[in-house]
C-alpha cells in the first residue's frame, strides 16, 4: 500500500540555522510529492509540490526540497531557519495507481529557538 | 488563492447528540472534497471523498452511518457526526479541489463530545 513516512517527530534548533526534514515515500509509478506546512493555530498550506522535471524543486518561504527516485525520498530544507519556521511540517503524496489520494505522514514539530 | 471556509471553527456537544460541520469553497467550484481526521500530535487521516451529487467514497474502517457526508453542490460539502460519543473529539478538516487540480484545506473544525 502506498505509504509516506517522517524520520523526525520533533527538531529543536535555534534560528540561521539549517534545516532538514525527512520523508520517504513508498508508491509505485509515477508519484507527486508535495510538504504542507502548519502553523499554530491555522490551516495547512502547501510550501512546495513536485509533479515532474527538475527534481529540485523551490517552495515558498526559502524552502526547497529534492526528488530522490532512487532513495524514495523527498527532503525538505532550509538553509537558514527564523523563528517564524515554528510549525508542524508534513510531506504528502499520491499517485493515480493509488486512487490519487493525497497521504500525510506523521508530521514533524519544529520549535526555533529564538 | 483559493479559499476553503469551515464552520464552525469549534463545537462542544453533548454525548449522543449529532453535530454538522460545513465546508466551503469561496472562490471556485469543488468537484471534489476531502474530509480528513487529525488527532493530537498525529497526522491528518483520511476519512472520505466525495464528490458533488454522488455519493461519498469512506475510507476502510470510516463508519459511513455515523459520518453523514453530504456534498449537494460544488461549494459545499458537510459532514455530520451522528450520536457522537467523546471517542469522536477530534480536530476535522476539510480540503476541495477543483477537477485534478491542488488541493486547498480549510481550517478545521475542534470537536469536543463531553
Known amino acids: 500500500a502506498q505509504s509516506v513516512s517522517q524520520h523526525n517527530h520533533h527538531v529543536i534548533l535555534s534560528e540561521a540555522a539549517s534545516l532538514e526534514l525527512g520523508c520517504n515515500y513508498s508508491?509505485?509509478?509515477?508519484?507527486?510529492l508535495f510538504w504542507y506546512v502548519q502553523y499554530p493555530g491555522q490551516h495547512l498550506q502547501l510550501l512546495l509540490k513536485y509533479f515532474s522535471g527538475d527534481p529540485l524543486v523551490k517552495g515558498i518561504k526559502g524552502f526547497e526540497a529534492e526528488f530522490i527516485k532512487s532513495k524514495f525520498s523527498f527532503n525538505l530544507r532550509k538553509p537558514s531557519v527564523q523563528w517564524s519556521d515554528t510549525a508542524e511540517y508534513f510531506c504528502?503524496?499520491?499517485?493515480?495507481?493509488?486512487?490519487?489520494?493525497?497521504?500525510f505522514g506523521g508530521g514533524t514539530r519544529v520549535l526555533v529557538k529564538p | 488563492g483559493a479559499v476553503v471556509s469551515q464552520h464552525p471553527s469549534w463545537v462542544i456537544c453533548k454525548s449522543g447528540t449529532s453535530v454538522k460541520i460545513e465546508c466551503r469553497s469561496l472562490?471556485?467550484?469543488?468537484?471534489?472534497m476531502f474530509w480528513y481526521r487529525q488527532f493530537p500530535k498525529q497526522s491528518l487521516m483520511l476519512m472520505a471523498t466525495?464528490?458533488?451529487?454522488?455519493?461519498?467514497?469512506?475510507e476502510q474502517g470510516v463508519e459511513k452511518d455515523k459520518f453523514l457526508i453530504n456534498h449537494a453542490s460544488l461549494t459545499l460539502s458537510t459532514l455530520t457526526v451522528t450520536s457522537a460519543h467523546p471517542e469522536d473529539s477530534s480536530f476535522y478538516i476539510c480540503?476541495?479541489?477543483?477537477?485534478?487540480?491542488?488541493?486547498?484545506f480549510g481550517p478545521g473544525t475542534r470537536l469536543t463530545v463531553t
Open positions: 508508491y509505485g509509478g509515477t508519484v507527486n
Open positions: 504528502a503524496g499520491k499517485s493515480l495507481a493509488a486512487g490519487n489520494k493525497l497521504t
Open positions: 472562490d471556485f467550484q469543488a468537484t471534489t
Open positions: 466525495s464528490n458533488e451529487g454522488s455519493k461519498a467514497t469512506y
Open positions: 480540503s476541495a479541489r477543483q477537477g485534478g487540480g491542488e488541493q486547498y
